[in-house]
């Protein structure tokens, strides 16, 4: 953890942002709990920026990626508006220089008001639970108004952000596969400059799975493994894909194109969890638990309050296959250092 003091101040902020997006834990010394906007005589407001200079509609800020996309933009100096469903709720986001547009996806003129004036989006709306209809509604629905909004605004670049296993194979495996798949097609029909990513899951200390995982290797006396755990996943650090969105705001080469992300590693869930107690020094035995059986504590966690991530439909996804790259495209493209697995569960430990 690294203390900062002034971190309120003139350079303060450009310190903290930067420190945030190469993966630093830090904590301002503030004289105020939750200090106001984070420089409030420096950071230029955006309606006084000079026009055309490029304002970014960000969606999903609030949500556990959107924080480090928010730093990895701030730190590379461009201006960010936020659409948020509650600002109460997005204070923090105001502290780190963020115009907040209150904002639903649900609600197609909300999104026409926020986009006034800007010329990139960024787009990290999704819901992973929720009845079908919801998935329809937010995802479906509120991107194709979204970028219908962002075409009549004329924006001049479209980041969007998928998951890795959207195919037109996996589609109707669950709703959240459809929904992301149709985003695409959505994104990729408009006629307007984009690039996608897909990326395998996105670990971090502060959201995610795995600070879940993490929690469950603590405390269960046997680390509970799903099916054969001969499955392979390629986790990536959120820092890192945050970056990606950073440079993908300009670069001339990542236009009109998908990319799968991943991080170095790609292992399976019995070495993910051989890894993940290692770091943590842990010696607890692991067991394999049938699917089925997952299934049936499934069907009673997705009813408990507080969006426990163990789904019915998680299994259905974990079941399906590998969650790994399958070409090198965005390794190519943009020459990214990325943070390697066994520091990933270190720094999150
Ligand atoms: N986490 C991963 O491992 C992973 C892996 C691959 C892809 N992704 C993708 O990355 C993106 C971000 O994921 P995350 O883990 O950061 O998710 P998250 O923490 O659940 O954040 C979701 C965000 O979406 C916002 N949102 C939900 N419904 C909305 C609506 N109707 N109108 C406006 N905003 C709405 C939430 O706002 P509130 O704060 O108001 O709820 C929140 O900011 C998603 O597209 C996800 O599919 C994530």
């Excluded at 998935?135 to 075409?151: C, D, P, Q, S, Y």
């Excluded at 929904?179 to 959505?186: A, R």
């Excluded at 929690?215 to 755990?229: D, E, M, N, Q, Y």
Aim: hydrophobic share 45%; net charge neutral; charged share 25%.
């Amino acid at each position: 953890m690294i203390l900062v003091t002034g971190g309120t101040g003139f350079v303060g902020p450009k310190i903290v942002h930067a420190l945030r997006a190469t993966g630093g834990e830090v904590r301002v010394l503030a004289r105020l709990e939750v200090p106001g906007p984070a420089r409030p005589d420096a950071e230029p407001l955006l309606a006084e920026l000079p026009a055309g200079a490029g304002v970014i509609l960000l969606t999903g800020g609030t949500g556990f990626v959107g924080g480090h996309v928010v730093h990895a933009l701030r730190a590379r100096d461009y201006a960010v508006r936020a659409l948020v469903r509650e600002p109460a709720k997005a204070a923090k986001l105001e502290s780190w220089g963020v115009e907040l547009a209150r904002g639903d996806m649900t609600d197609a003129e909300s999104l026409r008001r926020a986009l006034e004036g800007c010329d990139v989006v960024v787009h990290l709306v999704a819901i992973r639970q929720g009845k079908e209809e919801a998935f329809e509604r937010i995802m479906i629905r509120g991107t194709r108004e979204l970028v219908a909004a962002a075409k009549d605004a004329g924006v001049r670049r479209f980041v969007h952000m998928s998951a890795l296993g959207t195919g037109e194979d996996t589609k109707d495996l669950v709703p959240y596969y459809r929904g992301k798949w149709e985003m695409e097609q959505t994104v990729n029909g408009a006629g307007i400059e984009h690039v996608v990513f897909r990326p395998s899951f996105v670990f971090g200390r502060d959201g995610g799975i795995l600070p879940t995982f993490r929690k469950l290797a603590r405390i269960a006396p046997v680390t509970p493994i799903i099916g054969s755990g001969r499955q392979r996943i390629q986790p990536i650090w959120a820092d890192d894909v945050a970056a990606y969105f950073a440079e993908a705001i300009d670069k001339p080469e990542a236009a009109n194109r998908t990319f799968e992300l991943g991080g170095p590693d790609a292992v399976t869930w019995n070495e993910f969890w051989a890894r993940l107690k290692r770091v943590l020094g842990l010696r607890r035995p692991s067991v394999h638990v049938p699917v089925g059986l997952m299934r049936a504590n499934a069907l009673v966690t997705e009813r408990l309050p507080g969006n426990i991530p163990l789904t019915r439909d998680l299994l259905t996804m974990l079941e399906h296959g590998d969650n790994v790259v399958t070409n090198d495209d965005a390794e190519n493209t943009f020459a990214l250092p990325l943070v390697p697995l066994d520091e990933q569960l270190r720094r999150a430990a």
